[in-house]
């Protein structure tokens, strides 16, 4: 099945600053990948997206850029603010099912 | 608030006993799925249903079990509970529960086996 990596597990930077999350898939099928933000105890919302036809998404202060070829994909949030602390999670699914395989997550702390 | 809601908010139980959670998908939304979340083992998939049938299994045990009812709400069933079995239990549902299509999740259910 899928196996999903992230890195780093935890990332601090000043405010300001750009933040950037790493992840890498083994299944060549995966072909839709999500990315989550957790804050502490509620449920993880759904910042941005990807599917495999493209290979850069941005949304204001987020970006996503997808590597079919090396099978990994990374989350860029650029003007960090105090707010964006969270724990974030990758994802993969494919079209044989819409099970989410999710990274380990990673804990981003922007200091003000 | 994603549209999806889950009762109840918190359970505590002891070891043995069987729980009963409860989802209720989005307006439209014709699958479900579950997810346990972990300090040690992260977000799992546990299972799928669309539109009252299994559609996929993840890392679900032998003891636990769920279903889908006519209304679309669905239920997850824990039993013979271990303390291992405390975690997070999120319900996300999305449209037709095929590839590629976004999921949204509940607030979640937060279990404590004593």
């Known amino acids: 099945g899928e196996n999903v990596e992230q890195h780093p597990s935890t990332l601090s930077v000043q405010e300001g600053d750009s933040a950037v999350i790493k992840c890498t898939y083994s299944?060549?099928?995966?072909?839709?990948f999500p990315w989550y933000k957790q804050e502490l105890g509620k449920r993880p919302q759904l910042i941005i997206d990807?599917?495999?036809?493209?290979g850069e998404k941005k949304d204001q202060r987020i970006a996503v850029t997808l590597n079919k070829t090396a099978k990994h994909f990374s989350l860029h949030i650029t003007e960090t603010q105090p707010e964006d602390s969270a724990v974030y999670f990758c994802?993969?699914?494919?079209?044989?099912?819409?099970?989410?395989?999710f990274g380990g997550g990673t804990r981003l702390m922007v200091k003000p | 608030d994603s549209g999806v809601t889950q009762t109840p908010k918190h359970l505590i139980t002891a070891t043995g006993q069987r729980v009963t959670l409860r989802c209720s998908p989005r307006?439209?939304?014709?699958?479900v799925y579950w997810y346990q979340q972990s300090l040690d083992q992260g977000l799992q998939f546990l299972i799928q249903?669309?539109?009252?049938?299994?559609?996929a299994k993840g890392n679900i045990l032998e003891r636990f079990s769920a279903q889908q009812f006519p209304d679309l709400h669905s239920e997850l069933n824990l039993s013979s509970l271990e303390l291992g079995d405390s975690a997070l239990y999120f319900c996300?549902?999305?449209?037709?529960?095929?590839?590629?299509?976004?999921?949204?999740f509940g607030p979640g259910t937060r279990l404590l086996v004593l």
């Open positions: 249903y669309y539109n009252g049938e299994e559609r």
């Open positions: 990807i599917r495999s036809n493209v």
């Open positions: 299944d060549s099928a995966s072909n839709y």
């Open positions: 307006s439209g939304d014709l699958s």
């Open positions: 996300a549902s999305s449209v037709t529960g095929t590839g590629r299509e976004t999921q949204y």
């Open positions: 994802a993969a699914s494919n079209n044989a099912g819409n099970m989410l395989t």
